[in-house]
T-cell receptor
Framework: AQKVTQAQTEISVVEKEDVTLDCVYE???????LFWYKQPPSGELVFLIR??????QNEISGRYSWNFQKSTSSFNFTITASQVVDSAVYFC??????????????FGTGTLLAVQP | DTGVSQDPRHKITKRGQNVTFRCDPI?????LYWYRQTLGQGPEFLTY????????KSRLLSDRFSAERPKGSFSTLEIQRTEQGDSAMYLC????????????FGSGTQLSVL
């Protein structure tokens, strides 16, 4: 069965602190995709990143970075120098590929990040 | 590109009533998805369309739920004989045809069944 676990329900940090959001996944597929989405209070999920299972290179985009490790089935997300605008719920998700025909996502339960000024 | 829009944003109804939600995807996207999100949980897949064809339905989608996408443009999700357990945020998303393309989500319709 495919599953995504985000063990951290809530994290509170003070502005400018670095914070890492954990994501652990389970799948029997050898080919899969992992995603992170941000859900601000407005409710609309915003795409942050997509990684495929064959690309373990870490990625950095501004203050955001992602660490993908197949050996531990983890895809962690780090925000450097956090800002109040980063406050949101962050979801990790795994694609369930039916021969690559569908983009159905399996989401974790999310981590609520609160950045205090 | 105006993004994915959903209507209404909020719906309050009494148990047993029927409700219908609408989703307008990004115009050039062939694929459209419905997800349901309850408080403290991640979105759960309900159903998926490629153009006008409904290609997959989750077991979560009981017989009281029906979705359509006539002409492959906007979609509607109808819930008949609503129950209190149907209270949730209903999210619509759209994507390009490619495999594992990122989904663009709307702001959702918050349903409260009294």
């Amino acid at each position: 069965a495919q599953k995504v676990t985000q063990a951290q329900t809530e994290i509170s940090v003070v502005e400018k602190e670095d914070v890492t959001l954990d994501c652990v996944y389970e799948t029997r597929d050898t080919t899969y995709y992992l995603f992170w989405y941000k859900q601000p209070p407005s409710g609309e999920l915003v795409f942050l990143i997509r990684r495929n299972s064959f690309d373990e290179q870490n990625e950095i985009s501004g203050r955001y970075s992602w660490n993908f490790q197949k050996s531990t089935s983890s895809f962690n997300f780090t925000i450097t120098a956090s800002q109040v605008v980063d406050s949101a719920v962050y979801f990790c998700a795994l694609s369930e590929a039916y021969g690559g025909a569908t983009n159905k996502l399996i989401f974790g339960t999310g981590t609520l990040l609160a950045v205090q000024p | 590109d105006t993004g994915v829009s959903q209507d209404p944003r909020h719906k309050i109804t009494k148990r047993g009533q029927n409700v219908t939600f609408r989703c307008d995807p990004i115009s050039e996207h062939n694929r459209l998805y419905w997800y349901r999100q309850t408080l403290g949980q991640g979105p759960e897949f309900l159903t998926y369309f490629q153009n006008e064809a409904q290609l997959e339905k989750s077991r979560l989608l009981s017989d009281r739920f029906s979705a359509e996408r006539p002409k492959g443009s906007f979609s509607t999700l109808e819930i008949q004989r609503t129950e209190q357990g149907d209270s949730a945020m209903y999210l619509c998303a759209s994507s390009d045809t490619g495999a594992n393309e990122k989904l663009f989500f709307g702001s959702g319709t918050q349903l409260s069944v009294l």
